[in-house]
């Protein structure tokens, strides 16, 4: 069973910065895409960044050129660097995972991590 661990969240003032890590454990075939998601308050979930195959990433216009996602295939770990922090960023943000087990994909989520973006 793969698990899905996120830490780095909580409470920084507009223009600042943190930084969001997801560990994954389990068994892990392949790796089709591992990024984050983000949930507003009363908004619907949606992407952040994301790796997807090889090395490709995928950014939400609204944080291009603020965020940066990273990772660390040994420790299957992903990072999110969040620079220049609005109040618009504030949400819950999770960590997802999609994997190929040589017969099918899964869709794992992490809890989530909450950030709040306030002076």
């Known amino acids: 069973q793969v698990q899905l661990v996120e830490s780095g969240g909580g409470l920084v003032q507009p223009g600042g910065s943190l930084r969001l890590s997801c560990a994954a454990s389990g068994s892990i075939f392949r790796i089709n895409a591992m990024g984050w998601y983000r949930q507003p308050p009363g908004k619907q979930r949606e992407l952040v960044a994301t790796?997807?195959?090889?090395?490709?990433?995928n950014y939400a216009d609204s944080v291009k050129g603020r965020f940066t996602i990273s990772r660390d295939n040994a420790k299957k770990t992903v990072y999110l660097q969040m620079n220049y922090l609005k109040s618009e960023d504030m949400a819950v943000y999770y960590c997802?995972?999609?994997?190929?087990?040589?017969?099918?994909?899964?869709?794992?989520w992490g809890k989530g991590t909450l950030v709040t973006v306030s002076s």
């Open positions: 997802n995972l999609n994997v190929y087990d040589g017969k099918y994909n899964h869709d794992y």
């Open positions: 790796f997807t195959s090889g090395d490709n990433t």
